[in-house]
């Protein structure tokens, strides 16, 4: 298996991806689950960038061939990894068959493969982990308390339960779930960091 550099890339076609000998790629949806997987990681003492390991976000599951390609036994064949929501298991799941990694049937066969899935998906993991109390701690200590009340007031989120509310309100916002994985990562005590994240940092 080879090392190979990954470049930078333009950001209006895709993700931008940091310069690095890499020697392992962990895919990942989007940004904010790549600020959770470096802010485990740097809490664990780990230098992800100086292992040659690579947190790429892929701008949704339906590009997961399109980097399996570029990244598995039929491009730069490096090391592979990779985190994904339940709802885009199934996506992972195909994409990772057609690059021609085996058959995936079963999620311990994803796992085999270093690729974990967070139920419903890695914001919720995190909230369910810390519990609604904490998280909306967080929220007031960083200024969004009165945004996170006004939501709540929504007719449609009224009266639902308080971890729902939280998972909306860090979905809503442009980048607030970006912004707000690595904070709620920070806050985790060892033994609360989710499975799906804390698997994938042993796996990589």
Do not use: H
């Not at 730069?76 to 068959?97: N, P, S, T």
């Not at 999620?107 to 998906?121: I, K, P, Q, T």
């Not at 200024?143 to 989120?157: F, S, V, Y």
């Amino acid at each position: 298996m080879a090392t190979v550099k990954i470049r930078n890339v333009n950001a209006a076609s895709q993700p931008a991806v940091p310069r690095a000998e890499a020697q392992a790629v962990v895919l990942v949806e989007g940004l904010s689950d790549r600020n959770a997987v470096e802010a485990l990681a740097e809490r664990r003492g780990r230098d992800l960038a100086g292992e040659g390991v690579v947190v790429v976000p892929i701008g949704g599951a339906q590009a997961i061939g399109r980097y399996l390609s570029r990244y598995g036994p039929g491009g730069l064949d490096v090391r592979l990894a990779g985190l994904c929501d339940a709802g885009e298991e199934r996506e992972f799941r195909r994409g990772l068959e057609r690059a021609g990694l085996g058959s995936v049937a079963s999620r311990d066969e994803l796992e085999a493969l270093g690729f974990y899935v967070c139920d419903a998906d890695l914001e919720d993991e995190l909230i369910r982990a810390l519990g609604a109390d904490a998280v909306e701690r967080i929220v007031e200590a960083n200024g969004d308390l009165r945004a996170l009340r006004t939501l709540e007031k929504q007719p449609e989120w009224r009266g639902r339960p308080a971890i729902e509310q939280l998972r909306r309100f860090m979905g809503s916002g442009g980048s607030r779930k970006i912004r707000y994985a690595r904070l709620l990562v920070e806050a985790l005590d060892p033994e609360q960091v989710p499975r799906p994240l804390a698997r994938l940092l042993d796996y990589i």
